[in-house]
């Protein structure tokens, strides 16, 4: 029986007064905000109010913005980045994963650079990187992949690692093949695991990309629009970015929390106890 | 208050048959132990050292002994899941050389698959046979559901499930492909008592209605002595076998039957004094 | 049929040695490769210099002349130090506050809630705006990137520590003060001990990045931008290395030690 926590007594409060306090202070935020955008205090062009921004909004979306279709193509062009070099990522990290943790020899080839590359926060390499693929998307597309393969390897690595092995014994007692354990054990097992390290990836891949679409990007993107409205002092479009790269970023980690807490609240994850 | 017709047990010092019909043993030790290599600059460690007995086909062999002595080891090596590092274990005259489908097994954490339901894991194994098709399947699954008083909760995931219902699960999985063994490693270890309890007469009626060769672990004397044919005694640790002892008191046989207590009682000596030396 | 997994492995001494650094032989290893396939001419793109021109390149940039490697590590570190221990500051007593006074969290966490998907770097074309180009704005990118998961440690923290703690405080009639001393800071503090672990990736990827973009000063990130523009590649993988060897260092050497000075001295493991 765990001991009693502080937070324990306060589980008690109701959850919808949490709610309620949440909204009315953000709308308290946006009432202030737009109080000192319209006051006249701080100049509209340093901070726009958020009803400026919601004008920038109707002017950078359809036809009538210049580029036409400026948001919408910004989106376009960093979600195509993104999902394109997740899709490899995954492809390539996951199978990676799952032979290392299977076999020694492989992950003492594999994991030691995992670890370096950990280590390296992606901007650092692009300057490297853009030396070799360019200042297009070639090099947007290969920061994705890495820097979303590294935690998927790792989550995948250690995932698999942690099936604690008298699942593989039970599995043995019943002329399980090679095939059928991968299938029937070792796929469901990490389930979980995997769909956090997918989590991980996505959020590095994000931050990475936008990052880098600020310095290389030659067609547009989140990123490289948000840089060049700086240089431009459009800080109508600085402040809208930044709110659709917030939301969307909030957008995609959900989706992927929820994909991950569905699978563990039906399955139950797998205790790992000792091996 | 012992019954007339019967010892309630004969002691037996050398494993070797006791009167009775019964066939060849179909497993046999000799001399057999394991050492875990000292890991991180540990000493190694012996967890049995010359251990040797037989078990007979169709008989429920109970290892008894304190906690942590190596009994589950030996399970362990029997299954194949372990391998000795001296002396021999042979099946049926040949060395056992890894798992297979011939073993079932049993643990005390049970070690359902989280991922399926009670009536696809009790198909587990009839799955991985290949030998049935989809509806044969179901059928006999739904047979042991029924069979192990899980009704209802077939479509279940083990998560919403009590202790004594996953073990019933992980029971059911195990008979489902019918092996000709099936290991027991401390099963109900981890059971309150009422629950514990109703297991041991559901497990001992299985054993009566199947030909499978049990092979159960435990640290519960009286458990022991309800579900058992023999007793293996094993010493703590470094264990090895302290006596042979077989049961025949009559079944069912209660909690505080005729001839159990005294059974009972002549084991605590044993465990006891072999907790001494 | 098995798996590797589920037998021991035989081990032997030289096994187990080889495994106790096994990263480092293979990265020697490698190393080695690569070194050879350059001198061979195997490996002949521009964009990949040999290992020993790096480490030459190193040698010169913190050893030589104008140590040019030494100061501009000296100047991330300092950045990154600065704005670490202000965003820790902040983050630990926001969520210290937060954890004590539920309403106080509630109305918080909507704004962290919106806050955590924002990449700090998003807001350097703000900052840029409002401060110029500067110091300030590399170290405020750190804060408000290593902020976050230390708000959200310390209110984690500070919500499990046990009420009974409290309660036996409260029994001695000791102050709110000494009891936020003696009770809730080290409690708060020894469960938070993670997420200072990961406020300090945040921060240490946010210098990096901030150094590259806003490129003002001496910096690692600023080091390898200019190594660019003069096609220095040597250099510019020596500055990688650099970074790489310094996040190591910070991940495995400082808090493992923090973590044992603590923890394992107040006899808190978990």
Known sequence: MAAARAGDVRARRVPSRNAVIGAASICACLLLWQALAASGAISSVVLPGPLDLVGQFHYAVGRGSNPPYQLEGDILRTLARLIGGFGVAVLFAVPLGIAAALSRPLALLVMPFVSVLMAIPALAVVPILMLVTGIGDATDFTVVVVTASVPIVVYVYDGVRMIDRKYFWTASSFATSRMDLFRHVIVPATAVPVLSGFRMGMGYAWRSLIATESLTALTGGLGYTIFQASQFFDTRTIYLYMVVIALLGFAIESAFRAAETKTAVRWGTLSSGKR | ?277 | MMPALATPHARTRLTEVLERYSSLWVVLIACAVWQAAVATGLLHNPAVPAPGAVLASLYRGMLERGHILLFATLGTVLRLLLGYAIAVVFGGALGILAGRHPDFGAAVNPIVALWIPLPAIVTIPVLSLWIGTGEAVIVLTVIFSAWIPVYLGALQGTRSISVHQLWVMRSYRASAWREMRKVILPGAFVNMIPSLRVGMGYAWRAVIAAEIIVQHGRGLGITIFAARQFFDVPTMYAGVATIALLGLALDHLVFPALERVTIRRWGLAS
């Open chain 2, 1 to 277: 208050m012992t019954s007339a017709n019967a010892a309630p047990a004969a002691r037996d010092d050398e494993g070797a048959m006791t009167g009775g019909a019964s066939s060849a043993p179909v497993i046999q030790a000799l001399n057999l132990s394991k050492v875990y290599p000292g890991r991180d600059g540990h000493a190694p460690v012996t967890a049995i050292e010359d251990v040797s007995f037989d078990v007979r086909p169709r008989k429920f062999t109970v290892f008894l002994g304190p906690s942590g002595c190596g009994k589950s080891t030996t399970l362990h090596m029997i299954g194949g899941f372990e391998q000795p590092t001296g002396g021999s274990l042979l099946l049926k005259g040949e060395p056992i050389r890894g798992p297979g489908p011939d073993r079932g097994i049993v643990f005390q954490d049970f070690v359902l698959f989280p991922w399926r339901t009670v009536l696809a894991n009790i198909a587990f194994g009839l799955e991985m046979l290949k030998r049935f098709d989809r509806a044969e399947i179901k059928a006999r699954a739904e047979r042991y559901v029924e069979h192990l008083g899980l009704a209802g909760f077939a479509n279940a995931y083990p998560a919403t499930l009590s202790g004594g219902m996953k073990q019933r699960v992980a029971i059911a999985r195990t008979l489902a492909t019918q092996p000709e063994f099936i290991l027991m490693d401390e099963p109900f270890a981890s059971l309150d008592a009422q629950t514990r309890d109703r297991l041991i007469v559901d497990l001992s009626a299985i054993a009566s209605e199947n030909d499978t060769t049990f092979l159960f672990v435990t640290h519960d004397v009286r458990e022991a002595i309800r579900l058992a044919d023999r007793i293996v005694v094993f010493s703590p640790r470094p264990a090895r076998i302290v006596e042979f002892l077989d049961i025949t008191l009559p079944r069912p046989r209660d909690a505080y039957g005729p001839g159990v207590l005294e059974v009972e009682r002549y084991l605590r000596s044993l465990i006891g004094k072999s907790a001494e030396s």
